[in-house]
């Protein structure tokens, strides 16, 4: 069975800086994906940002990067110039290769941005 | 833009009540799902539904639980017999079925059983 691992419940960061979000996860499989997830206040969960197993390159989507490291099971989300919105829960998800299979959710960080 | 939109927002019942959670997917997505997020706690995978039938569930999804789509919009997860346990939010999701398709969820339906 699959299991995603987040082991910090709460983070903080101050505007503009730098902030990166831990994730581990265990797995047999070896074609999967993995997202984070961000769940602002208003409740509705949006995609950040995906990686493909298969792809060796990290996955970069404007100020969010994830460090992918696949021997290590490893998957942190960096967030640069952080910005007031990104104020949110950040969930770390698995999913096995199949793209309509369902997703296994990390128990999730709650990142505060403060001015 | 599209979206996935789920009522009610909030509901509050007693134990061994039956309720009914509703949710609009987008319109030519062609998978469904319900996940739960008891409070504090990760989000969990209740159910997926294709075709007019039930892909896959969880152990969490058991007899009290079923799910349909009556009318080809609405996309319904009932619980027959609520329990205290029960209380979470509850999100459905939608999925258009393209090789890299992106899941899109709801806001969530909070119950709450007392």
């Known amino acids: 069975a699959q299991t995603v691992t987040q082991s910090q419940p709460e983070m903080s960061v101050q505007e503009a800086e730098t902030v990166t979000l831990s994730c581990t996860y265990d797995t047999s499989e070896s074609n999967y994906y993995l997202f984070w997830y961000k769940q602002p206040p208003s409740r509705q969960m949006i995609l950040v940002i995906r990686?493909?197993?298969?792809?060796?390159q990290n996955a970069t989507e404007n100020r969010f990067s994830v460090n992918f490291q696949k021997a290590a099971k490893s998957f942190s989300l960096k967030i640069s110039d952080s910005q007031l919105g990104d104020t949110a829960m950040y969930f770390c998800?698995?999913?096995?290769?199949?793209?309509?299979?369902?997703?296994?959710f990390g128990t999730g960080t709650r990142l505060q941005v403060f001015p | 833009e599209p979206e996935v939109t789920q009522t009610p927002s909030h509901q509050v019942t007693q134990m061994g009540q039956e309720v009914i959670l509703r949710c609009v997917p987008i319109?030519?997505?062609?998978?469904f799902y319900w996940y739960r997020q008891i409070l504090g706690q990760k989000v969990e995978f209740l159910v997926s539904?294709?075709?007019?039938?039930?892909?896959?569930k969880s152990e969490i999804f058991d007899d009290q639980f079923s799910v349909e789509r009556p009318d080809g919009s609405n996309f319904t997860l009932k619980i027959r017999s609520t329990k205290l346990e029960d209380s979470a939010m509850y999100f459905c999701a939608s999925l258009g079925g393209e090789i890299a398709g992106e899941l899109f969820f709801g806001e969530g339906s909070r119950l709450t059983v007392l």
């Open positions: 990686q493909e197993a298969y792809k060796q």
């Open positions: 539904f294709y075709n007019n039938e039930i892909s896959e």
């Open positions: 998800a698995f999913r096995r290769g199949f793209n309509t299979d369902k997703l296994i």
């Open positions: 319109s030519n997505h062609l998978y």
